[in-house]
């Protein structure tokens, strides 16, 4: 599936699905971006990476297969290699592509994208707080950590989504199934710890004069479900202890993935306790409050932290942004229907690429003095254009 990118909607971006051409020079000397990954978050860092002159390329099917991919970036010789989704083939990163510089690198790809690799890294060797945590590779398996654990627990996928929430024996070979089908892979069954909130934290890593950079985002607070976010606020209220330990917490995972550009990290707070839990290098739906919130959202950071620009981290507003249920009907985009919806104060919207919306119409976003009236504002919006069905 394609990200809604359309050959001529840009002088600079061209939707590619691998056809053989010659190498991409721009005559006038502006930077060439491989952008690997489809979506709107895509979308969006493609538009930033164009407002800052860079020539993008989107690179939307086929990013599994490693010699596809290898044939791309060698036919198209980019200054820069991004990626944005965690379905692209390694290996074909991991190969000596000369004058092209990867962001994120290849092995914080290959991490991020695996939850085992990446709960080892961060509890097994950089001693950081999880909750506890089993990887295991079968039912039986996971049978026996739920009668060694207790009830309940969240069961993940490796890589992926299919949460699950195991509250007892009959839920196990369920949760196994959602989590990898009829496929002998593995899954992380973790403690359900009590916390008050999850956050994301956004650190944009670049390099300074004498050496790496970091520098936070206010903390962004979200509800989820079947880890996909549902909605998000920033800031996210904490003590000045727990902004000090998730500040650590990221700085740590951060150092040792490498590579620059704009990490989410993943974190569970309860009080002053701070636990990690996930990191992402290439932008999170939570990061959608940020086209309001802040003086550059997450997109525009992403964009200089890859071109080697300046960045400014500054929050402008509390803001919150609402996922649109497109219902299953598919959503209404009448002038009404958003003129509607565009009333609430301060408000405003991103619709999603016709052929995704599936999944939701778009997003809706708003600003306000504090963050419960904030979130407010985008649900309001987020329901003016919800249809539902009437089918019942």
Not at 86 to 93: G, K, T
Not at 96 to 118: F, I
Request: aromatic residues 4%; hydrophobic residues 45%.
């Amino acid at each position: 599936m394609t990200d809604g990118f359309s050959e001529g909607q840009d002088d600079r971006t061209t939707a590619l699905v691998l056809p053989p051409q010659t190498p991409s020079h721009d005559p006038d000397g502006a930077p060439t971006v491989l952008l690997l990954g489809s979506g709107e978050l895509s979308r969006e860092l493609a538009t930033a990476l164009r407002h800052l002159g860079a020539r993008v390329i989107a690179v939307e099917e086929r990013l599994a297969d490693a010699d596809e991919l290898a044939g791309a970036i060698q036919q198209h010789q980019p200054q820069f290699v991004v990626t944005a989704t965690d379905a692209v083939a390694v290996e074909a990163l991991s190969h000596d592509h000369e004058g092209t510089e990867l962001v994120p690198s290849a092995r914080t790809v290959r991490l991020t994208a695996d939850r085992e690799a990446l709960r080892r890294l961060a509890a097994d060797e950089l001693g950081l707080p999880t909750a506890p945590f089993w990887f295991v590779g079968s039912v039986g398996e996971l049978q026996s950590v739920a009668a060694h654990a207790g009830y309940p627990l969240l069961v993940k996928p490796v890589s992926g989504r299919g949460h699950s929430v195991v509250s007892g024996p009959d839920d196990i070979e369920p949760a196994w199934q959602r989590a990898v089908g009829n496929s002998a892979g593995r899954v992380m069954a973790e403690t359900v710890v009590d916390v008050d909130f999850d956050v994301t934290l956004l650190a944009v890593r670049k390099e300074g004069p004498t050496g790496p950079v970091l520098e936070f985002c206010s903390p962004i607070g979200h509800r989820d479900a079947d880890g996909a976010v549902l909605e998000s606020w920033q800031p996210q209220q904490m003590s000045d202890a727990a902004v000090d330990a998730a500040k650590s917490i990221a700085a740590r995972i951060i150092k040792a993935l490498g590579g620059r550009g704009v990490f989410g990290v993943g974190l569970m707070i309860k009080g002053d306790e701070v636990y990690f839990s996930d990191v992402t290098a290439h932008p999170h739906p939570s990061v959608w409050v940020t086209l309001r919130s802040q003086r550059l959202s997450a997109f525009e950071l992403h964009a200089r932290a890859i071109l080697g620009l300046p960045v400014d981290t500054m929050m402008m507003s509390p803001a919150a942004a609402h996922l649109i249920d497109a219902g299953h009907d598919g959503g209404s985009l009448t002038v009404d229907a958003l003129g509607g919806a565009l009333r609430v104060p301060e408000s405003d919207l991103r619709i999603f690429a016709p052929q995704r919306r599936s999944a939701a119409l778009g997003v809706a976003l708003a600003t306000a003095p504090d963050v419960a009236a904030a979130r407010d504002r985008a649900r309001q919006v987020a329901n003016a254009l919800t249809v539902r069905d009437s089918r019942g």
